[in-house]
């Protein structure tokens, strides 16, 4: 069964820094797009940052120069590396992937647990 499992949350200081992890497992045929986005309490879920399988990235306009999307082809995993870390970046952040799962053909959307990040001022 193809899941995203997410690590690496927790509590910090402004102007601080974290490191987001999202490892797709199951079998899994290709991987195409794979982002983050976040949740804030009362607020709609928005796209922080997505990655292309290519490697072409895009990034919400709050999070530019402080947030680095990367990932890793060969495990099938996309890291946010979060600096200068603000008390608004406080939040749900959820993992996504667009996963071709082997024996299938057309992409499906996975989407992480959830990873609780807060930010104190």
């Known amino acids: 069964q193809v899941q995203l499992v997410e690590s690496g949350g927790g509590l910090v200081q402004a102007g601080g820094s974290l490191r987001l992890s999202c490892a797709a497992s199951g079998s899994i045929y290709r991987a195409n797009a794979m982002g983050w986005y976040r949740q804030a309490p009362g607020k709609q879920r928005d796209l922080v940052a997505v990655?292309?399988?290519?490697?072409?990235?895009n990034y919400k306009d709050s999070v530019k120069g402080r947030f680095t999307i990367s990932r890793d082809n060969a495990k099938n995993t996309v890291y946010l590396q979060m600096d200068s870390l603000k008390p608004e970046d406080t939040a749900v952040y959820y993992c996504?992937?667009?996963?071709?799962?082997?024996?299938?053909?057309?992409?499906?959307?996975?989407w992480g647990q959830g990873t609780q990040v807060t930010v104190s001022s």
């Open positions: 990655i292309t399988s290519g490697g072409s990235t």
């Open positions: 996504y992937a667009d996963l071709i799962p082997s024996g299938t053909y057309w992409p499906t959307p996975y």
